[in-house]
């Protein structure tokens, strides 16, 4: 199974959730096939978003996506984001 682990911080997280929320259907319709968030214990603007996908190529261009970056900029997302590309190979239990 293919996923986008994604590390970023926001301006503000109640500015940018509701824009992040909005924009699941969008990541629906290209392959998404559900979303874990998590945020920084000491730090609640900078958020660690894992997304799983159907497709690995499609993983890749909804990351580079004109729209993605609009609506980032529009959340405010205040650096470069890291995102990497993983594909599982193992989960257990403990």
Not at 59 to 77: I, K, N, T
Request: proline share 5%; glycine share 4%; with cysteine.
């Amino acid at each position: 199974m293919p996923y986008i682990l994604v590390r970023h911080k926001v301006e503000d997280y109640n500015k940018w959730h509701p824009m992040y929320t909005e924009h699941e259907s969008t990541r629906k319709a290209v392959g998404s096939k559900g979303t874990r968030l998590f945020r920084n214990a000491s730090d609640p603007n900078e958020l660690i978003i894992l997304l799983e996908w159907d497709d690995l190529q499609k993983a890749q261009q909804f990351a580079c996506s004109p729209d993605l970056r609009e609506v980032m900029e529009r959340a405010g997302v205040a650096d470069q984001p890291d995102l990497y590309f993983l594909e599982e190979i193992e989960q257990t239990s403990a």
